[in-house]
C-alpha cells in the first residue's frame, strides 16, 4: 500500500493495482474475522464497486484516498487497536459509499 501511495505515476495500471490490493485486503480481513457473512457481503460489495468503476471509470484521487484509509486500517490492526481498526474500516466504507454516490449523481446530472 505504501508503495502505491509512493509511486509518483497515476495510471491505468496504477489503477489496476490499487484496485486489486483493495479487494485483496478487504478480503483478507474479512476472512480473518472468520465471519462467511462478511465474507459473502464483500463479495457482493466488490460486484458493485466494478459496476460503478466501469460507469465513472478510472478516479485516481477516490483510489488513492481509499489507499490512504486502507493505510489506517492496517496500521490500527498491525497495533492490535480493534476499537481504532473497527472505526477505521467503518469511515473508510462510509465515504466509499458516500463517494460512489456523489460521482454517480455528477455523471447523471451531466448533459
Known amino acids: 500500500m505504501t508503495a502505491l501511495l509512493a509511486s509518483p505515476v497515476r495510471d491505468a495500471r496504477w489503477s489496476a493495482e490499487e484496485i486489486d490490493t483493495d479487494r485483496r485486503l478487504h478480503e483478507a480481513v474479512a476472512r480473518a474475522c472468520g465471519n462467511a457473512r462478511l465474507s459473502l ?4 460489495y466488490f460486484e458493485l464497486v466494478e459496476a460503478v468503476r466501469e460507469l465513472l ?24 487497536d480493534a476499537i481504532a481498526a473497527a472505526a477505521a474500516m467503518r469511515a473508510h466504507v462510509c ?3 458516500e463517494a460512489a454516490a456523489s460521482c454517480i449523481s455528477a455523471s447523471a446530472a451531466s448533459p
Open 41 to 44: 457481503e464483500v463479495s457482493r
Open 95 to 97: 465515504a466509499a459509499g
Open 57 to 80: 471509470g478510472e478516479q485516481h484521487a477516490a483510489q488513492e484516498r481509499a489507499t490512504r484509509e486502507h493505510v489506517r486500517v492496517i496500521d490500527a490492526l498491525l497495533a492490535r
